[in-house]
């Protein structure tokens, strides 16, 4: 129940932050005297809505993000309304161009300001910076066999599916046999196990769906508990996979021994722009590859192996804020909202048509155009004509397109996942 809850809050959260894109766009259109005539969270057929002064609000049926209608954002759109005189001034185009450019950008900078306050929180008050003068205790804690279970686990046997886990994953054997958070584990089928590696190398060598006893020491109490390992994939050192038993187990961390250290609100501040300078440094290099990423995500539609670091979806990105709520990891679900943030404020302001930043480079284009007009004393060019760059608009909403439909049938058949 908590992995479903996370995936809905995590959707949620999405939908949130999409729709905060979109007033942001319609909040400094207004600012600016800009007539914006409609603003609706979701698309499809209208579920409810109201009308306040010029703008209509409301609620459509598919949830799938938002928008906002702006008058004369391009040439098409001012002709598909008609203006009364007093508002033909009130066009977007007419504005000057800092304004346009303000409202043009208003959306991706929403984006940084939830993710900047999000970071800042985590930051300041949950912990998410290193903190070294742990590192030694926490690297101590790891040595012992000591674990987190996990309630569900996606097997390749979903025949042995039980208790209240989603389709597609079976209740964790550790969990079911009544192994708690924090025990170590200390012997598997009368073989000991003294570390994390060699309780993993001890596991894999049994035969998934056969009992066997495992000893754990419960703060101190030592119980021997029978469990029935499940088959999972694993990859081998060739970079192959292979079936091998798990008991539904994870690295558990003492949360005692923190490896992170909440900074405090004032220091927090310069913490939260240097993990930013990171955040974005990465988000531009994960840009550039990636190209690189679409032949192992197609790979891994059809049995190949998914890395880690391979694109997501909205799909991908809810399932894996499911997860995180099912374990308890509220920093790394918030973090990922972060991440994810951030991504879409960089991606909406790339140079190209439909993204903002495609209408900002040609407001920009535009003025740089009128400008060498004047100085060779020609007349104003004016505008682009939009319907000259309709063809390039549809290939990148069909690349677009295409990739995201690679990435939700990948988080689909063959997704990412955090705890094992």
Known sequence: MAYITGIVLFALAILISVSLHE??????AKAFGIKVTRFFVGFGPTLWSFRKGETEYGVKGIPLGGFVKITGMTPLEEEEEALDEKDEKRVFWRKPLWQRTIVLA?????????????????VSFAGVVANPAYADQVAESQEHAQVSVAECVESTDT???????????????????GIANGDEITSVGGTAVTDWDSLVATVSALAPGEPVAVTVDSGGTEKTVEVT???????????????VARLGVFVYTDPAVAPTVAVGAVDGIGETVSVTGDMFKETFIALGQLPSKIPPLWDAIFGGERSDDSPVSVVGASRLGGEMVQYDQWAMFFMLLVVLNYFIGIF????????D????????????????????????????DYLKLMPLTYAVIVLLGGFMLLTITADIVNPITIFN
């Open 348 to 355: 909406n302001l790339l140079p190209l048509l439909p993204m």
């Open 229 to 243: 390992p499940y088959a999972a994939e694993a990859e081998t050192e060739d970079g192959k996979t292979e079936t």
């Open 23 to 28: 007033a942001g766009h319609m909040l400094t």
């Open 357 to 384: 930043g495609g209408h900002i480079a040609i407001a920009w284009y535009e003025k740089a155009r009128s400008w060498v007009a004047a100085k060779r004393g020609k007349p104003d060019p004016g505008r682009v």
């Open 159 to 177: 025949a042995a599916a039980a208790g209240e886990c989603p389709e597609g994953q079976i209740e964790g054997p550790a969990f079911a046999a």
């Open 106 to 122: 208003a959306g991706s900078v929403t984006h940084f300001i939830i993710g900047f306050i999000a970071l800042w929180i985590l």
